[in-house]
């Protein structure tokens, strides 16, 4: 009997020597959790055995529990590193249609050939398709999909309007001239500009620059009464003319009268919606890369003032838009993924998707620092970032693991004793067998 206690607590101590030099081989491995060796007494007893003076039968392994407490966070430089902070576990699948879901706190991810966000071992980050407002359109492990980040975004849309509001000055040293004099070459024959950058059909960018002359009256330099303005478009040296639009003569082009009230408003008189020429060849010849010829742009003039202060444009958006080349990808608190191209544009591509379970201590261990569900943990609920204990993800930043060294070494020292003291016993045993034995 004596000898199988001691040798239990020979491999109770191996136990729980191998599960501390386990803990301290993955002191540096990201998202791992630490183990503890949790032991029971094996105890028989039987109603033809006296309780009172009944010895123990050594000692069992009960579990080797894993600990999910809080690992520290490192930050890193790379977006796609994922922390959790909180109780939740990434979702990850093997394959993009399998639906077999494995978890993990491990945040290290990159992109693979296809764009797809993976981890070392080629798992897909699982993700639920979201809404514009950047809510999920189901929260649900079989709604789930692997994360993949376009490297473009959208097709070219040539331009169809443009929307502007601006002040012209209407101090006095806000010199009036004569719009025959107009060239866009010379700023002496205009007092402002600026300019918008519209798009083709092909996705080509050109810049409409809007020149704006203050007519003089009947005597140079004097403003005209009412005030009135006269505007312009030009595509670099190339005029482009405004449907119904006004000229002095010579070269310069069909431009808009613009005409105030005494209080600096728009005249009703003065069109709120201006309409250029045809883009192309016939029309302004600005289009000459196979585009659609026939493009057209709406000007809106929304809140077009004179008023005795600086010049200022306050809106000038237009509509269109080239194809656009990934620049940057942000992960939120919240999980949304959002990806911003070189055309201007930021795309919500999806939810990080989050599960916890009832009992993280029951998960099956599959290597890899990742985890499956069993009948122990439960099965998986899925949530979403930032909401209840699943946690917030944090971008750019990795969970070290869990396990403190110092404790580590310590527990290492307390099974080595252990260890030694049930080997004394074993042979202090195997003495006093022998000693029997040579009873003559």
């Known amino acids: 009997m004596s000898f199988n206690n001691a040798l239990s607590g020979v491999n109770a101590a191996q136990k729980d020597l191998n599960v501390t030099a386990n803990n301290i081989a993955n002191v540096n491995t990201t998202g791992f959790k630490e183990s503890r060796a949790e032991f029971a007494d094996v105890y028989a007893n039987s109603i033809f055995v006296n309780a009172k003076t009944q010895v123990g039968n050594g000692v069992a392994t009960g579990a080797v529990a894993q600990q999910f407490h809080q690992g520290a966070l490192q930050y890193t430089n790379n977006p796609f590193d994922m922390a959790i902070q909180g109780n939740g576990f990434f979702v990850l699948s093997d394959g993009l249609s399998n639906l077999d879901r494995t978890f993990t706190r491990a945040g290290a991810f990159k992109l693979n050939e296809s764009s797809y966000i993976v981890n070392n071992q080629g798992k897909y980050l699982q993700g639920y398709e979201i809404n514009q407002d950047g809510t999920p359109k189901a929260v649900s492990l079989n709604a789930t999909k692997p994360i993949q980040i376009p490297d473009k975004a959208g097709e070219p849309k040539m331009t169809e309007k443009v929307e502007a509001s601006f002040n012209l000055s209407s101090t006095n040293d806000t010199t009036a001239m004569d719009p025959a004099n107009f060239d866009p070459t010379n700023n002496k024959t205009f007092n402002h500009s600026t300019s918008v950058v519209v798009y083709d059909s092909l996705g080509s960018p050109?810049?409409?620059?809007?020149?704006f002359v203050r007519q003089q009256g009947a005597t140079a330099g004097v403003p005209l009464d009412p005030p009135t303005?006269?505007?312009?478009?030009?595509?670099?040296?190339?005029?482009?003319?405004?449907?119904?639009?006004?000229?002095?003569?010579?070269?310069?082009?069909?431009?808009?009268?613009?005409?105030?009230?005494s209080g600096g408003k728009l005249n009703t008189t003065t069109p709120a919606t201006i309409t250029t020429e045809a883009l192309g060849t016939p029309g302004a010849g600005i289009i000459t890369n196979g585009a659609d010829q026939t493009q057209t742009i709406t000007m809106e003039l929304e809140d077009v003032t004179q008023y005795a202060s600086a010049f200022e444009v306050n809106k000038l958006t237009q509509d269109g838009a080239t194809v656009g080349r990934l620049t940057k990808v942000e992960i939120t608190d919240d999980g949304i993924v959002s990806a911003t191209y070189s055309n201007a544009t930021t795309v919500k591509v999806a939810m990080v998707a989050m599960a916890k379970f009832a009992n993280s201590q029951g998960l099956t261990q599959v290597g890899d620092t990742s985890w499956q569900s069993s009948l122990l943990s439960g099965d998986a609920l899925p949530g979403s970032p930032n909401s209840g204990s699943f946690g917030s993800i944090k971008s750019s930043a990795l969970e070290q693991s869990n396990v403190d060294l110092t404790t580590q070494l310590v527990n290492l020292i307390t099974a080595q004793r252990n260890f030694q003291a049930n080997s004394r016993a074993l042979e202090v045993n195997s003495t006093l067998m022998q000693s029997i034995l040579q009873i003559r």
């Open 229 to 261: 303005w006269q505007m312009y478009l030009y595509e670099g040296s190339n005029a482009i003319d405004v449907t119904g639009g006004t000229s002095p003569g010579g070269t310069v082009p069909l431009g808009v009268t613009l005409e105030f009230t």
């Open 206 to 211: 050109h810049t409409m620059t809007m020149y």
